[in-house]
């Protein structure tokens, strides 16, 4: 395992995600690889137009 990240999905008070935490391996910190592993969760659950307020 490289990175996890959690992720909380929508209820029926909120209808999109929130990333509740990230981590990275510790040998891979500055790699980049957070950034990447946010880009896909982004990727499949896209945030609402107005970051859903």
Known sequence: MVG?????????THYYPVITDVAVRPDLIGSGLGS???D???ERHPCPP???T
């Not at 996890?4 to 029926?12: F, H, K, N, P």
């Open 4 to 12: 996890v990240v959690g992720l909380a999905l929508g209820d029926g």
């Open 36 to 38: 990447r592993i946010l």
């Open 50 to 52: 107005g970051g859903g």
């Open 40 to 42: 896909l969760v982004y």
